[in-house]
């Protein structure tokens, strides 16, 4: 039985990898040259950095998978995604911070531990001051992504999907799908340009355009 191939069960961060354009990025793969190089960037800069963009252009697919690689380094991540007016950084980040920074070695940054915050700029600035004095010790790593950058802080990516990006997204998802018949190309190059490159939006769109067509699809409703 068919499915929409754009139901969010498949398209939420982290069910996809991340998309550089038209080229499918795995953390998976360990000698991954786009993740290796970025994973050198951060060691000159001790693992402070951002990931900038706005709605809807990867910041939160990309850090998923360099959340992955980091881990298959023997990095210790403290990871948070923050939701809209969340101002304040819950007590159980905090403990975590203060466990793994205790936890680890001065000297040895293959390992070193990060915090990786996903939202930063939803935090009170007096929060944003805490976070960075705790982890400009150089004791924790510090990776955030922002829909602005953040003051002072190394930029690792900017997220600016183009057409061709949300072309293999789509090809992706059709992967498995070769009794279906993929969205029409000008389809979705008019949504691209509608939603100002938010691919989130876009796929939104495309799922609400074959739930229109389930029955000429033989679609089941698909959450």
């Known amino acids: 039985m068919k499915h929409n191939p754009f139901s969010t069960r498949k398209t939420t961060p982290g069910k996809i990898p991340y998309h550089f354009g038209s080229e499918v990025i795995s953390c998976r793969k360990y000698g991954d040259r786009f993740y290796n190089d970025l994973y050198s960037s951060l060691r000159t800069i001790d693992f402070q950095s951002q990931i900038v963009g706005g709605h809807g252009t990867g910041k939160t697919t990309f850090l998923i998978g360099l959340i992955c690689y980091l881990e298959n380094r023997k990095h210790t991540v403290n990871h948070i995604s923050l ?52 982890c400009q010790k150089k004791k924790c790593g510090l990776l955030i992504t922002t829909h602005n950058p953040a003051w002072r802080l190394p930029v690792l990516l900017h997220t600016e999907p183009t057409f061709q990006t949300l072309q ?39 799922y609400d355009e074959y739930e229109k067509a389930a029955s000429g699809f033989g679609l089941p409703p698909d959450p």
């Open 83 to 134: 939701h809209d007016g969340q101002r304040l950084l819950p007590r159980k980040f905090w403990e975590r911070h203060i466990r793994i920074v205790s936890q680890f070695k001065i000297g040895a940054i293959e390992n070193l531990p990060i915090d990786v915050l996903d939202g930063y700029e939803q935090l009170s600035l007096a929060q944003k001051i805490r976070l960075r004095l705790a």
């Open 168 to 206: 293999a997204i789509v090809r992706y998802l059709f992967r498995d799908q070769s009794d279906l018949e993929p969205p029409d190309e000008n389809l979705c190059r008019s949504l691209f340009e509608r939603h100002q490159s938010n691919i989130r939006s876009a796929l939104f769109d495309l």
